[in-house]
């Protein structure tokens, strides 16, 4: 909802300032489907690669993370509404190394990593494949670069579509001179 192109430049570069942070790459900018309330208006989506401070343990490290990323949100102007519906922002934990997780979150939801719809959602394998396509996640079979092939057979070719590129300060920038 609202300037999502903006909102989203606008996260990156948050994610980048977050303490003990440093922004390993974004992926391109893509427009997709929506999924769950499909009644609504294209999402767009991207992946950053980020690192971060560990923690003492890899539970404390990505919880703290997941909480950053939260109160990002909040600080983009993420309003409450319907689970899966139209927002303004939505920042998620997908991986975390190669750990595997299930930790309770203070809001006495959970947190698992990998993100438990990942290999299903080529809204998110996409723009992952792009930055790390021989990446295999932890308990997977298969690498990401194959997750999305697979995915984008099943959902076809209209599914995701690439609509821009990361350029730094610059944020967003179109392909092909089309607008993202």
Known sequence: MGDAQG???ASVRAL???PGV????VSSLY?????????QPDFLNAVASLDVPGGPDAETGALALLGALKELEHA????PRERWGPRELDLDLLLFG???LRAERSDGRWLEVPHPQLAQRLFVLAPLA???PDLL???WDETVGQAAARRRVSEGPSAVRLIGRWAGDAGWQPINGQPA
Do not use: F, N, Y
């Open 7 to 9: 909102t989203l430049g």
């Open 16 to 18: 980048a300032a977050l």
């Open 22 to 25: 440093r922004l390993g790459g």
């Open 31 to 39: 427009r997709t489907r929506p999924v769950g309330v499909t009644g």
């Open 76 to 79: 983009l102007g993420r309003q």
């Open 98 to 100: 190669q750990h595997r």
């Open 130 to 132: 792009e930055l790390a």
């Open 137 to 139: 996640p932890p308990g």
